[in-house]
């Protein structure tokens, strides 16, 4: 059957194609129509129009012409043809074909309303696309910007939270994110909501402004500035802008960035001092400097990873991680920092420099290894000639390399964390409580001074226990033995374990007090000479505890006062050890 053709002039709604059209004013400067039914088809004036596509109405077609016209579209599967001028396009409904023509034309989506599935296409013009998400994800919107300068703008502000990871084609303005696909896009706009959100940027080559709003929100970067340029983030209040990045990038409201890139980059300048915290990566970074930022103890920890030498790494306040290679120089600033000394294998022709700054500042010396002996001066490290210390006011933390590694901090008086790293190390204690790891290989460890040590029986090949002067003062453990406790031993065992699990608990630094270990222990089948000395270990059946006895009397109980902690030895579920386990000398 052949359908008659649709009269042009005046706004129009063909009878015969239609279910109910509620009015239509037929005057050729422009007219107002309701369309709440389906099939029909409506073709526009040389005037100005307006056109409202009902909500249960489906699959109309519109044709509008010169004028600047206006359409309210809801429903289903509807179909709007934009002419000559700049129309105004509302979109509500779902899986509409929607195409502005000529003109500067305007899209509002609002998907809050319903809005989903939509096909947008600008045509010829500047044309702009505004979308409204709703509260939740919904069928993806297509959007063809066509000739002209296009732009969009996606606001997320009726959601709690939103990741958008943001990519794109170079040479074709094209992309997709959350619930939008689009091509031929010049510029594109996001508004994010108030809660905690995540921004990823990869690989970008248009022009992007994003307004992050309220909440603690993140930025990722895979797009690496370019060579010899200086990239500035901030998160201070306001409109930032850099050109750093090959497109013009504008945000506000960031408070984390994340700068990770595999590009070779040279000369380049990364300043984040105004920013809450920074976390760079780079495989190859020559001859550059990292500013970190001045967040506090949550947003003010940056990490900083640098490949290559010549390099200068300034973590600025906050609790910071900079990880450099040789021939690099890294300054923690104010805060507890983590200096990493990476990557061995790599040469450089100025020496390394690691200033801690101000606060309680921690060394990993994975790139390092060997033996390092340190004293009790911070900055005075042994066995790392072409290594320069300064600015540690006092030992927090050292780790060694993969390789097995000799750490000798018998003369550090107070407390840090000590690690072998990877590979068979030799780790010693000194005098303070120190913590020790022994997760990797199979250590050696030198324990006095009330130590944690955190790890597994399976990782320790044995245990050192020079420090405490025991026994006789020789090398040889005279009379080790187990017993079950309470008793069962003789007096001149220099090494005694309690078998008998206790029911004490340990964890979270909290071990077994000295009256519990005591009650444990009892006493020898004879006699202890005054000042005759002893070791006794304790277990709770996942944990050992290892105490240091004086005697203070002649008489043969061992009684709390006469205990003192050397160590705690937990974090699995089986680290009790055996006599096999240990030796008096290093």
Do not use: C
């Not at 619930?179 to 248009?206: M, V």
């Amino acid at each position: 059957m052949s359908r008659r053709p649709t009269p042009q002039g005046p706004l129009y709604a063909d009878p015969a194609l239609q279910d109910d059209v509620l009015s239509a004013l037929p005057s050729p400067q422009g007219g107002v129509i309701d369309v709440p039914g389906h099939h029909a088809r409506v073709n526009g004036t040389a005037g100005q129009d307006e056109v409202t596509l009902g909500a249960s109405g489906s699959q109309n077609l519109v044709m509008l012409h010169a004028g600047d016209d206006m359409a309210w579209i809801q429903g289903d599967l509807q179909t709007v043809q934009g002419g000559q001028g700049a129309d105004t396009m509302h979109i509500m409904g779902t899986r509409a074909l929607v195409s502005g023509g000529e003109g500067a034309d305007v899209f509002l989506v609002d998907a809050t309303a319903g809005a989903q599935g939509n096909t947008l296409v600008g045509g010829q013009g500047d044309d702009t696309f505004l979308v409204t998400m709703g509260p939740t994800s919904a069928q993806q919107h297509y959007v063809r910007g066509g000739a002209g300068q296009d732009s969009l703008h996606v606001d997320y502000a009726a959601r709690a939270r939103v990741t958008v990871e943001l990519q794109n084609n170079a040479g074709e303005h094209a992309g997709r994110f959350n619930d939008i696909a689009y091509k031929g896009i010049e510029t594109l706009s996001l508004s994010l909501t108030a809660g905690n959100d995540r921004l990823e940027l990869n690989g970008f080559h248009h022009d992007v402004t994003v307004d992050a709003g309220a909440g603690a929100d993140w930025i990722h970067l895979t797009q690496a500035p370019m060579d010899g340029t200086d990239l500035v983030l901030s998160s201070a209040a306001g409109w930032h802008s850099t050109s750093a990045l090959g497109i013009d990038f504008q945000y506000a409201g960031f408070e984390t960035f994340e700068l990770v890139t595999s590009k070779q980059l040279t000369g380049v300048t990364v300043d984040a001092s105004q920013a809450g915290r920074l976390m760079f990566s780079s495989a190859h970074l020559d001859h550059s400097t990292l500013l970190g930022g001045d967040g506090d103890d949550i947003l003010g920890v940056d990490t900083f990873q640098a490949a290559g030498w010549g390099n200068l790494l300034d973590g600025g306040a906050g609790d910071d991680s900079l990880v450099i290679r040789r021939g690099d120089t890294a300054r923690g600033g104010a805060g507890d920092d983590l200096l990493v000394l990476d990557n061995s294998d790599v040469s450089a022709p100025t020496p390394t420099l690691l200033d801690g700054g101000d606060g309680r500042d921690g060394l990993d010396l994975s790139g390092l290894g060997g033996t390092l002996v340190l004293s009790d001066d911070p900055d005075d490290l042994i066995g790392a000639p072409d290594l320069e210390l300064t600015g540690l006011e006092y030992w927090a933390s050292l780790t060694g390399s993969d390789a097995s590694d000799l750490i000798d901090a018998r003369a550090v008086s107070t407390g840090m964390h000590l690690s072998g790293g990877g590979g068979n190390d030799t780790v010693l204690g000194g005098a303070g409580a120190d913590t020790i790891s022994a997760w990797h290989g199979r250590d050696v460890l030198g324990l006095d001074g009330g130590d944690w040590v955190m790890g597994a029986i399976d990782h320790v090949r044995k245990i050192s226990l020079q420090g405490a002067g025991i026994g006789d003062g020789d090398l040889v453990i005279d009379g080790a033995t187990e017993a079950a406790g309470p008793g069962g031993f003789d007096s001149q065992a220099e090494l005694v374990l309690i078998t008998t699990a206790g029911s004490f608990k340990v964890g979270e630094l909290k071990t077994q007090t000295a009256t519990s270990a005591a009650a444990m222990i009892g006493q020898a089948s004879s006699d202890y000479a005054e000042g005759q000395t002893a070791v006794f270990g304790t277990n709770n059946g996942d944990s050992t505890v290892l105490w240091l006895f004086t005697s203070d009397g002649h008489d043969a109980t061992v009684s709390a006062s006469e205990l003192t902690l050397i160590a705690t030895l937990t974090g699995s579920k089986d680290f009790v050890t055996t006599v096999d386990d240990y030796l008096w000398g290093s």
